[in-house]
């Protein structure tokens, strides 16, 4: 039995997104969207599995997020809460997740989590991040963002841990083989977060108390690893804060969540 909050990144990318909440032997999970097959096995990794979630919690409707729902739905009948639109989608699309459906409505307890949500900037019909508590640990988890808003403040600053969206490198979106509908899409107020943006949001978040950031949803076409990491670095860096292997003491530990490999936030 953990007695600590721990938390971690399932899938995190364009093609599917889903991260693990655990505290005490309670599980839950924030989106799902890949197969409830392989997020059964991601879970496994991790000495957990579909059976042991109370709840999953919806950031928004788009496919890389509540892919797995049906399923899950249908074989597990695990509660689902998300925002009242995108919780009118997802049971047009899904008619079997209709009986399990919460609409968030202020913040949410669930075993021994406490849930809030915080609207985002995103081209969906409702769109949220979350601010994770349990014990006395708290994680902000938000991606899919347009652009860096005063709630998404609220969500993340103060947190012991912080999954951010650092999606795409602006010059290899804008010099790569997308349509241009769809790099104005991404580039837009309510498209996706670059590693640039991300980056300078990183001092700010340690300066609050942050220890932990875990980049996400990168892009595999419009960015790499290495680009995202070494922009943020270099940000933290330009403020003198310290990296986790960098030095003997450090400020802050930074990684890169993988697209369909556990990695820990907390």
């Avoid at 788009?62 to 597990?76: P, V, Y």
């Avoid at 006395?136 to 403040?153: E, F, M, Q, R, S």
């Avoid at 290899?172 to 580039?187: A, D, E, S, T, V």
């Amino acid at each position: 039995m953990s007695e600590r909050l721990e938390a971690f990144t399932l899938f995190s990318s364009s093609k599917g997104n889903s991260a693990l909440f655990r505290y005490q032997n309670e599980c839950i999970l924030i989106d799902a969207g890949v197969s409830a097959r392989a997020l059964d096995a991601s879970l496994h990794m991790l000495g957990a599995s579909l059976r042991e979630v109370k709840a999953v919690f919806v950031t928004h409707e788009h496919s890389d997020h509540i892919k797995g729902l049906e399923m899950i739905a249908r074989h597990f009948r695990i509660p689902i809460y998300a925002p009242y639109l995108c919780c009118r989608f997802i049971r047009a699309k899904y008619p079997s997740t209709a009986g399990l459906l919460r609409v968030l409505d202020g913040p949410v307890e669930a075993g021994p989590f406490l849930l809030r949500s915080f609207p985002t900037p995103h081209d969906a019909e409702d769109s949220v991040c979350y601010r994770v508590e349990a014990g006395n640990a708290a994680v902000g988890y938000a991606t899919d963002i347009g652009h860096l808003t005063a709630d998404i403040g609220r969500c993340v600053l103060g947190c012991d841990a912080v999954v951010l969206e650092s999606n795409h490198d602006i010059d290899m979106l804008k010099n790569g083989g997308y349509p241009l509908p769809l790099k104005k899409r991404i580039l837009g107020e309510y498209g996706h977060l670059s590693n640039r943006t991300c980056a300078t949001a990183l001092p700010r978040l340690v300066e609050s108390g942050v220890r932990r950031v875990v980049l996400a949803h990168l892009s595999p076409e419009n960015n790499r690893p290495a680009l995202a990491y070494s922009e943020s670095r270099g940000a933290l860096a330009a403020k003198s804060i310290s990296v986790a292997g960098e030095s003997v003491s450090s400020d802050v530990s930074l990684a890169v969540a993988s697209p369909c490999e556990p990695v820990r936030i907390l």
